[in-house]
């Protein structure tokens, strides 16, 4: 129970660090594609999930635009039920979106699942060993679980540098992450 405090308390300061980051620099997104390592650009016709940023995470379309320009295939993650992992689905820039769960924007119903090798994905708050922290209902823990046991993902989450804490708070079933990338750089989990 203490972890949970733990991490409400975190969320709380997290969200404060965020939207205060979001707010003093609206070219911060523009900015992930100079800092996003070549270690891990996406290759020739491989699948990127990415997300579409609500409130003020930071803004992936940049970044994910560039690699669409660079012929690797997009997905945006759909909500599928409680808890369950979510699916991704294929999404190219001006298709058209429709309103999910939690009123995100999401491919309909019709476009194809795919399975990505490099999952996106927004976070409240991170350290250097990758940890992250959410919203609190799994849906990305679950996920990324899902991906690993049918093979290699990359998992990314993007964030202001004003989200990074000296350390997440974290419980059983959260899964860290592979790199993280902010405005600032690039940092690979444990590194």
């Not at 891990?40 to 994910?64: K, N, Q, T």
């Not at 976070?123 to 609190?136: E, N, S, V």
């Not at 600032?184 to 989990?189: N, S």
Request: hydrophobic residues 45%; aromatic residues 8%.
């Amino acid at each position: 129970m203490l972890t949970g405090w733990r991490k409400a308390r975190a969320r709380k300061a997290a969200a404060v660090a965020r939207k205060a980051a979001h707010a003093a620099d609206p070219e911060a997104a523009a900015r992930l594609t100079e800092t996003f390592p070549d270690a891990i650009w996406p290759p020739l016709h491989s699948v990127v999930a990415g997300y579409f940023a609500i409130r003020d995470e930071i803004d992936p379309r940049p970044l994910m635009e560039t690699f669409h320009c660079e012929q690797v295939r997009l997905a945006l993650p759909c909500v599928t039920g409680p808890d369950r992992p979510l699916a991704f689905r294929s999404w190219s820039p001006g298709d058209e979106l429709v309103k999910g769960a939690f009123a995100i924007s999401e491919p309909r119903a019709s476009a194809p699942e795919v399975r990505p090798s490099l999952v996106l994905l927004p976070l409240l708050a991170f350290d250097g060993a990758g940890r992250r922290l959410g919203f609190g209902a799994g849906f990305y823990d679950r996920t990324i679980e899902a991906l690993r046991g049918l093979g290699p993902v990359t998992t990314v989450g993007l964030a202001y540098e004003a989200q990074r804490l000296k350390r997440v708070p974290t419980a059983g079933h959260d899964v860290a992450l592979d790199w993280i990338v902010t405005e600032q750089g690039a940092y690979r989990a444990g590194a």
